[in-house]
């Protein structure tokens, strides 16, 4: 049996005996001549009957890539990718739907809940070969990327988080070493005080630590942990978001907000973070008594169809021009003259999120005069691909 040479050209430089694929197919006939096909091709073959007994497969097996049908008994195709999908071990491998329907929107519905491709039946044995060559070409790329991404991130953090966990870190055992020492002879006033600056000291430790936590998740997820189907109200958020935060800075009367309602196709955890930052941002920098403008609401675009605007204003410091360019994980500016910017995270993930809902993040500022930051969420549902884009 032979290949045409750019077939042959094309798998020279695979490893096959290293790479293990699970097929899903309920049609026997089908799934032995693909098993077939790839066995000849020296992979590692896994097989599933229903999309039952595939999950449980890719559970224990963690194959390099998934074949599926989408049409079977017990558990369909998009019930398999779903919670292959929420599976942190089988979240990012990379899945190819067998379908044999041809409506653009069925192949689309598979597209948005995080498949990477779709061959329509009946295909080729080439036809198989290239997309899975493909996609694993993309996923070592991807991988790389991440790597890359990750080892800058180690030395970034290497070179800054030490310096700002001991920050607030000094503060509150300053504040222990003096009730220690002089607790017995100090004021109930005094004692208060250093109650208030060692809660002060463990928020601010807290919150970098989360934020943290929270940059480090979004790198290492990527698009690939893109959670469609999760879903949240937009005025909510913000509405609660905007009054605790007025009230925690003492500013109840400069909070201006009007938030229009709309569902969000966004993970309620992500969506909270992105209005605390933005509007924790706002009044961090700004004096008190100067407003602080919180506007939710839809906009309409004819090219890019529905979107939830967000837009946070403040009359505050501002960023210099230069600054605007070089927003950041551990980023800070002026920091001898703004000491409690903290590690300069905040906007950093929101640009991070931005990029992975497929969202907009603009800032208009003017040094020492005030900043409008906005981010515009699509209404519709997000794709985890965004480059895709079906024939027909």
């Given at each position: 049996?032979?290949?045409?040479?750019?077939?042959?050209?094309?798998?020279?430089?695979?490893?096959?005996?290293?790479?293990?694929?699970?097929?899903?197919?309920?049609?026997?006939?089908?799934?032995?001549?693909?098993?077939?096909?790839?066995?000849?091709?020296?992979?590692?073959?896994?097989?599933?009957?229903?999309?039952?007994?595939?999950?449980?497969?890719?559970?224990?097996?963690?194959?390099?890539?998934?074949?599926?049908?989408?049409?079977?008994?017990?558990?369909?195709?998009?019930?398999?990718?779903?919670?292959?999908?929420?599976?942190?071990?089988?979240?990012?491998?990379?899945?190819?739907?067998?379908?044999?329907?041809?409506?653009?929107?069925?192949?689309?519905?598979?597209?948005?809940?995080?498949?990477?491709?779709?061959?329509?039946?009946?295909?080729?044995?080439?036809?198989?070969?290239?997309?899975?060559?493909?996609?694993?070409?993309?996923?070592?790329?991807?991988?790389?990327?991440?790597?890359?991404?990750?080892?800058?991130?180690?030395?970034?953090?290497?070179?800054?988080?030490?310096?700002?966990?001991?920050?607030?870190?000094?503060?509150?055992?300053?504040?222990?070493?003096?009730?220690?020492?002089?607790?017995?002879?100090?004021?109930?006033?005094?004692?208060?005080?250093?109650?208030?600056?060692?809660?002060?000291?463990?928020?601010?430790?807290?919150?970098?630590?989360?934020?943290?936590?929270?940059?480090?998740?979004?790198?290492?997820?990527?698009?690939?942990?893109?959670?469609?189907?999760?879903?949240?109200?937009?005025?909510?958020?913000?509405?609660?978001?905007?009054?605790?935060?007025?009230?925690?800075?003492?500013?109840?009367?400069?909070?201006?907000?009007?938030?229009?309602?709309?569902?969000?196709?966004?993970?309620?955890?992500?969506?909270?973070?992105?209005?605390?930052?933005?509007?924790?941002?706002?009044?961090?920098?700004?004096?008190?008594?100067?407003?602080?403008?919180?506007?939710?609401?839809?906009?309409?675009?004819?090219?890019?169809?529905?979107?939830?605007?967000?837009?946070?204003?403040?009359?505050?410091?501002?960023?210099?021009?230069?600054?605007?360019?070089?927003?950041?994980?551990?980023?800070?500016?002026?920091?001898?003259?703004?000491?409690?910017?903290?590690?300069g995270l905040g906007l950093a993930i929101v640009t991070r999120l931005a990029r992975l809902y497929q969202a907009t993040f603009h800032?208009?500022?003017?040094?020492?005069?005030?900043?409008?930051?906005?981010?515009?969420?699509?209404?519709?549902?997000?794709?985890?691909?965004?480059?895709?884009?079906?024939?027909?």
């Amino acid at each position: 049996m032979t290949f045409p040479h750019d077939t042959e050209a094309l798998y020279d430089d695979c490893d096959r005996g290293m790479t293990k694929i699970l097929i899903i197919e309920d049609e026997m006939e089908l799934r032995e001549s693909v098993v077939d096909w790839l066995l000849f091709e020296d992979f590692i073959v896994l097989q599933a009957e229903n999309g039952r007994i595939g999950i449980e497969l890719a559970v224990r097996e963690l194959p390099d890539i998934i074949l599926s049908d989408v049409m079977m008994p017990e558990v369909d195709g998009y019930e398999v990718l779903q919670a292959l999908r929420a599976h942190r071990e089988t979240a990012v491998i990379p899945f190819i739907f067998l379908t044999a329907l041809a409506d653009r929107r069925e192949v689309r519905q598979g597209m948005v809940m995080g498949a990477d491709d779709y061959l329509t039946k009946p295909f080729s044995r080439d036809e198989l070969l290239n997309a899975i060559q493909s996609r694993l070409d993309r996923h070592s790329v991807n991988q790389q990327q991440t790597e890359a991404a990750l080892s800058e991130l180690r030395r970034t953090i290497l070179r800054t988080l030490p310096h700002e966990l001991r920050t607030p870190l000094t503060g509150i055992l300053g504040l222990g070493e003096i009730l220690a020492d002089t607790s017995e002879g100090l004021p109930v006033e005094e004692l208060r005080e250093i109650g208030e600056l060692t809660l002060e000291s463990g928020n601010r430790l807290l919150r970098l630590i989360e934020n943290y936590q929270c940059f480090v998740e979004i790198e290492l997820r990527g698009s690939d942990f893109l959670q469609v189907g999760k879903e949240v109200e937009a005025a909510e958020t913000v509405h609660e978001v905007s009054r605790n935060l007025c009230y925690q800075y003492e500013r109840a009367a400069d909070l201006r907000l009007n938030a229009e309602d709309a569902t969000l196709f966004m993970d309620e955890f992500d969506w909270n973070k992105v209005v605390y930052e933005l509007v924790d941002n706002a009044f961090k920098f700004s004096a008190r008594g100067t407003p602080v403008r919180v506007h939710g609401w839809i906009v309409e675009e004819d090219s890019q169809g529905p979107q939830y605007q967000l837009s946070v204003k403040d009359q505050g410091w501002g960023f210099e021009p230069e600054h605007l360019t070089q927003i950041d994980g551990y980023v800070q500016f002026d920091r001898p003259k703004r000491e409690q910017q903290g590690s300069g995270l905040g906007l950093a993930i929101v640009t991070r999120l931005a990029r992975l809902y497929q969202a907009t993040f603009h800032i208009e500022s003017t040094a020492k005069s005030g900043t409008t930051i906005t981010f515009t969420l699509p209404l519709e549902k997000p794709s985890a691909d965004p480059d895709f884009a079906p024939e027909g």
